[in-house]
């Protein structure tokens, strides 16, 4: 039963600040959520009502003010009553969920608020139920609403809010900016703006353009708000003014934005995407330290990302999706003799020539292997390493000789037509004969053939969805997702040693619905070392650095330095090698046997190790890159120098500041054409590297503290 009454309802844990009200109506609203304490005064009685905690629109209901294309003002929404809260403690947490209702349609939702022990972050996600007697056709619900972003502190929104933005692309992934609001179009003008900040992904490519996340920073209170949608499909975000403050609405996938609606029968429930929202004191590298940690927390437990072994991967400026026995075994013997712990055998293996359009059946191509894929595989373990195997399940090529198994219950449909994607038809996993033919290739490929790793690639995308079985393209679409995971769950549970790489043309597929399962993530398909610095340098506020795997590929043509830069550029994060490496000269062979034994050293800080850029976030115009990572009194400073005509460059590291240190260049090791000084009262790294396009590996260790032996 619903308790009446006017009522406050406060929440502290691990640091964060929830405060609800609920008046005398039975009206919640959300008064503030954050990392300071709530004051009272900073929100006046009548913009109260619009502190929504929840927006959820049906169809055949009104909308309510002047709200232009976003979703605040909804009906159901605005009607929905309080009916109880409840607090109970799970193994992540405190959870507190709330009940409301809506008398009109039967509507009944739950908010959820997931807090995890130690960690300034919730989880938040909604759960509708039809609890009346009528259909309902729900259009929009949001994952986690929250008004009052900018109350902290005395100035406007336009002087103070900084909102940092991750754009994305194929070779062009993780690139940082920071604006204003008004620098992207939203003056504090109005108290109620039709005009909004928002972002979408419609499809199956959940970073296909941006991350999945953002960052909204007060420089004035010296917080930011952070949040990251867990899902690996359609998602929306939103900023706007509401009663004259800025409000954030965050969701999965709706009917205006991404052909998205849902059917609720009497009794039906549906639960809405998960948001990771968080707060920290501080400014982007305080908020990106925090969600690191979170990262940590919620992922799968697995040894890849405590051992963080080295793969090799014979694609990249190598064998192009042409393996062969004869041009893989010197492959494997280079890729053993420098240390590689994994050996993945690339695209085309199933093939004996253009394979694009023929996928799906999975069996190894007898023209490229005469004595059989075992027999290579064999090979890779008798050299003390793991075998692995691109592969991409998703997918059926429109000339694949499995259609003849299959008929059109196992693709995406839309207009009565197989949906196609560059001569590729995407499977649809809530399928069980989908489901079954996906068990079997992993089955086989684990089983019979030896394989321990697996680079699961996805170069199509989606697009809405599928009308078969479902209310709308875009439900074919979320029911497909949710399947793929709980399929992936499935196969980890059955092999938990098997390491799954999470790829979709490079990162195109960067989620935390992926990455709370895949151990690694392939960050790009980026061709040229040098643009490669500036993903590598970034990716660590995208994902934890042990799961960014970052191409390092020396060239035939290359010089030293050229293999120096490459390797340089993975040494903080994943290495993943290629390359010609028999082909390199004994002394650049040697650079990257030197370089992997760095890593080998230092992993264990990686895994453990929070990210900084003393330079501020790359950008493709930057003439030098930096970013390290710090564990304890120890940091690894890499730096590159692009196009740049100064040699040196002075890298801020304010927590060392005043303090004494020793900096040393960690790789390569007894090499000129670089150097550091490490100035303790202007708290910088001064480094030297004498050649554009070139790069080092620096180790900055307080006194009093131990680094790398």
Same mark, same amino acid.
């Given at each position: 039963?619903?308790?009446?009454?006017?009522?406050?309802?406060?929440?502290?844990? $691990?640091?964060?600040?929830?405060?609800?009200?609920?008046?005398?109506?039975?009206?919640?609203?959300?008064?503030?959520?954050?990392?300071?304490?709530?004051?009272?005064?900073?929100?006046?009685?009548?913009?109260?009502?619009?502190?929504?905690?929840?927006?959820?629109?049906?169809?055949?209901?009104?909308?309510?003010?002047? +709200?232009?294309?976003?979703?605040?003002?909804?009906?159901?929404?605005?009607?929905?009553?309080?009916?109880?809260?409840?607090?109970?403690?799970?193994?992540?947490?405190?959870?507190?969920?709330?009940?409301?209702?809506?008398?009109?349609?039967?509507?009944?939702?739950?908010?959820?608020?997931?807090?995890?022990?130690?960690?300034?972050?919730?989880?938040?996600?909604?759960?509708?139920?039809?609890?009346?007697?009528?259909?309902?056709?729900?259009?929009?619900?949001?994952?986690?609403?929250?008004?009052?972003?900018?109350?902290?502190?005395?100035?406007?929104?336009?002087?103070?809010?900084?909102?940092?933005?991750? @754009?994305?692309?194929?070779?062009?992934?993780?690139?940082?900016?920071?604006?204003?609001?008004?620098?992207?179009?939203?003056? @504090?003008?109005?108290?109620?703006?039709?005009?909004?900040?928002?972002?979408? $992904?419609?499809?199956?490519?959940?970073?296909?353009?941006?991350?999945?996340?953002?960052?909204?920073? =007060?420089? %004035?209170?010296?917080?930011?708000?952070?949040?990251?949608?867990?899902?690996?499909?359609?998602?929306?975000?939103?900023?706007? =003014?509401?009663?004259?403050?800025?409000?954030?609405?965050?969701?999965?996938?709706?009917?205006?934005?991404?052909?998205?609606?849902?059917?609720?029968?009497?009794?039906?429930?549906?639960?809405?995407?998960?948001?990771?929202?968080?707060?920290?004191?501080?400014?982007?590298?305080?908020?990106?330290?925090?969600?690191?940690?979170?990262?940590?927390?919620?992922?799968?437990? $697995?040894?890849?990302?405590?051992?963080?072994?080295?793969?090799?991967?014979?694609?990249?400026?190598?064998?192009?999706? $042409?393996?062969?026995?004869?041009?893989?075994?010197?492959?494997?013997?280079?890729?053993?003799?420098?240390?590689?712990?994994?050996?993945?055998?690339?695209?085309?293996?199933?093939?004996?020539?253009?394979?694009?359009?023929?996928?799906?059946?999975?069996?190894?191509? %007898?023209?490229?292997?005469?004595?059989?894929?075992?027999?290579?595989?064999?090979?890779?373990?008798?050299?003390?390493?793991?075998?692995?195997?691109?592969?991409?399940?998703?997918?059926?090529?429109? @000339?694949?000789?499995?259609?003849?198994?299959?008929?059109?219950?196992?693709?995406?449909?839309?207009?009565?037509?197989?949906?196609?994607?560059?001569?590729?038809? @995407?499977?649809?996993?809530?399928?069980?004969?989908?489901?079954?033919?996906?068990?079997?290739?992993?089955?086989?490929?684990?089983?019979?053939?030896?394989?321990?790793?697996?680079?699961?690639?996805?170069?199509?995308?989606?697009?809405?969805?599928?009308?078969?079985d479902s209310d709308s393209l875009g439900d074919g679409l979320l029911e497909h997702n949710r399947a793929y995971l709980s399929w992936i769950d499935r196969i980890f549970a059955a092999y938990p040693e098997l390491v799954i790489e999470n790829c979709s043309s490079g990162g195109m597929r960067m989620d935390y619905a992926m990455l709370s399962r895949h151990s690694i993530q392939s960050t790009s398909d980026q061709e040229n070392y040098v643009n490669y610095a500036q993903i590598a340098a970034?990716?660590?506020?995208?994902?934890?650095?042990?799961?960014?795997?970052?191409?390092?590929?020396?060239?035939? %043509?290359?010089?030293?330095?050229?293999?120096?830069?490459?390797?340089? =550029?993975?040494?903080?994060?994943?290495? +993943?090698?290629?390359?010609?490496?028999?082909?390199?000269?004994?002394?650049?062979?040697?650079?990257?046997?030197?370089?992997?034994?760095?890593?080998?050293?230092?992993?264990?800080?990686?895994?453990?190790?929070?990210?900084?850029?003393?330079?501020?976030?790359?950008?493709?115009?930057?003439?030098?890159?930096?970013?390290?990572?710090?564990?304890?009194?120890?940091?690894?400073?890499?730096?590159?120098?692009?196009?740049?005509?100064?040699?040196?460059?002075?890298?801020?590291?304010?927590?060392?500041?005043?303090?004494?240190?020793?900096?040393?260049?960690?790789?390569?090791?007894?090499?000129?054409?670089?150097?550091c000084v490490w100035n303790a009262e202007d708290g910088e790294l001064k480094v030297r590297l004498d050649r554009e396009r070139t790069a080092r590996l620096f180790e900055v260790v307080e006194s009093g503290t131990t680094g790398t032996k």
């Amino acid at each position: 039963m619903a308790q009446q009454g006017k009522q406050r309802i406060e929440l502290f844990e $691990n640091g964060l600040s929830l405060v609800f009200d609920v008046t005398e109506e039975g009206d919640v609203r959300l008064l503030h959520a954050g990392c300071l304490p709530f004051e009272e005064e900073r929100i006046d009685e009548r913009a109260r009502q619009g502190f929504r905690v929840l927006e959820v629109q049906l169809s055949g209901e009104d909308r309510d003010e002047y +709200h232009g294309r976003s979703h605040r003002a909804s009906y159901p929404g605005l009607r929905l009553r309080y009916v109880r809260h409840a607090e109970q403690r799970t193994g992540a947490g405190l959870l507190f969920t709330l009940d409301m209702h809506d008398p009109a349609t039967g509507l009944a939702t739950t908010s959820f608020f997931q807090f995890h022990d130690g960690l300034a972050v919730l989880k938040s996600w909604t759960e509708l139920r039809n609890a009346g007697t009528e259909e309902l056709g729900v259009e929009y619900v949001s994952s986690f609403s929250l008004n009052g972003l900018a109350k902290d502190g005395a100035g406007d929104q336009d002087d103070k809010m900084k909102l940092h933005l991750a @754009h994305n692309g194929w070779q062009s992934e993780v690139q940082w900016r920071s604006n204003t609001l008004p620098e992207l179009g939203l003056s @504090h003008m109005t108290d109620r703006s039709s005009k909004r900040i928002s972002l979408s $992904n419609t499809g199956s490519w959940a970073a296909a353009e941006h991350l999945p996340m953002g960052l909204l920073e =007060n420089t %004035e209170a010296g917080t930011t708000l952070f949040w990251q949608i867990e899902h690996n499909g359609s998602w929306h975000w939103e900023l706007l =003014n509401q009663f004259d403050h800025l409000s954030l609405l965050v969701s999965g996938p709706s009917e205006h934005d991404h052909g998205w609606w849902k059917k609720l029968l009497p009794g039906e429930t549906f639960a809405s995407v998960p948001v990771a929202v968080g707060w920290a004191r501080g400014g982007f590298e305080e908020a990106i330290g925090e969600l690191t940690r979170y990262r940590r927390a919620t992922r799968r437990p $697995n040894a890849d990302n405590e051992h963080l072994r080295i793969i090799f991967n014979d694609y990249m400026n190598c064998l192009w999706g $042409n393996p062969t026995t004869q041009n893989l075994l010197p492959l494997i013997d280079a890729a053993a003799d420098v240390g590689c712990k994994y050996f993945c055998i690339d695209c085309g293996w199933y093939s004996p020539g253009v394979w694009w359009d023929g996928v799906g059946e999975w069996l190894p191509s %007898e023209e490229r292997f005469p004595e059989g894929i075992k027999y290579v595989l064999d090979y890779i373990r008798g050299k003390g390493m793991v075998p692995g195997l691109w592969l991409e399940i998703e997918v059926m090529g429109i @000339h694949s000789p499995k259609l003849a198994e299959a008929d059109d219950s196992w693709f995406f449909m839309r207009h009565g037509k197989r949906v196609k994607d560059r001569s590729r038809y @995407h499977l649809d996993f809530r399928n069980p004969a989908v489901v079954a033919h996906a068990d079997e290739v992993l089955r086989r490929l684990v089983e019979e053939y030896g394989v321990g790793y697996i680079k699961m690639d996805y170069n199509i995308n989606a697009g809405l969805g599928t009308e078969l079985d479902s209310d709308s393209l875009g439900d074919g679409l979320l029911e497909h997702n949710r399947a793929y995971l709980s399929w992936i769950d499935r196969i980890f549970a059955a092999y938990p040693e098997l390491v799954i790489e999470n790829c979709s043309s490079g990162g195109m597929r960067m989620d935390y619905a992926m990455l709370s399962r895949h151990s690694i993530q392939s960050t790009s398909d980026q061709e040229n070392y040098v643009n490669y610095a500036q993903i590598a340098a970034s990716s660590p506020a995208a994902l934890t650095p042990e799961q960014s795997a970052i191409w390092s590929y020396p060239l035939r %043509e290359g010089d030293d330095e050229e293999v120096v830069f490459n390797m340089v =550029n993975a040494l903080l994060l994943r290495v +993943h090698q290629s390359g010609h490496l028999a082909e390199l000269s004994p002394p650049r062979r040697e650079l990257v046997r030197e370089a992997l034994a760095v890593y080998k050293a230092i992993r264990g800080d990686i895994r453990e190790g929070l990210p900084f850029w003393p330079l501020g976030l790359p950008k493709i115009e930057d003439g030098w890159v930096s970013f390290g990572l710090r564990r304890g009194g120890t940091r690894y400073v890499a730096v590159w120098r692009l196009d740049d005509a100064a040699s040196e460059a002075s890298l801020p590291l304010p927590g060392l500041a005043g303090k004494a240190a020793e900096c040393r260049l960690l790789y390569p090791q007894g090499r000129s054409g670089g150097g550091c000084v490490w100035n303790a009262e202007d708290g910088e790294l001064k480094v030297r590297l004498d050649r554009e396009r070139t790069a080092r590996l620096f180790e900055v260790v307080e006194s009093g503290t131990t680094g790398t032996k």
